[in-house]
């Protein structure tokens, strides 16, 4: 499962060429969805009118919704110092669940905010893609 934290989804919705290559690529393949929390979208709207708009205008692109268990756990991430309510999140979504197989990556461009075991790709490294 890909996931797209605040700063991926504000990127995908300004362009990035990177992000839209893969959003383009994965809308051409049957199964294969970017995840955006809700409230990394909300945040992302919140900061740039219009994003949220932009990012859900690509097919490939589904948002994680924040259910009763998903508040309660973000709730107590928010409370025990994980990190902002848009950052605990995605680290919620990136969280082992049973309605999905292996792992989870998280793309972002501040991996620094998210703990050590979280899959974290910098949407701007070389390794991005496979490019080098």
Known sequence: ???LDTGAA???AEG???LNLLAGNMARTPGDLLRVPALCLMQAESEDA???RRVLSFSSVVVDPLDTVASVTVGAMI???Y???DTCHAL???LPRAEFTGMSILLTTREEVYPPGVVTVDID???MLGLH
């Open 92 to 94: 919620y979504c990136a």
């Open 16 to 18: 990035h060429k990177t």
């Open 125 to 127: 490294s070389p390794g």
């Open 10 to 12: 504000r990127a995908l």
């Open 50 to 52: 219009e994003a949220a």
């Open 1 to 3: 499962m890909i996931i």
């Open 83 to 85: 990190g902002g309510a």
């Open 79 to 81: 409370r025990d110092g």
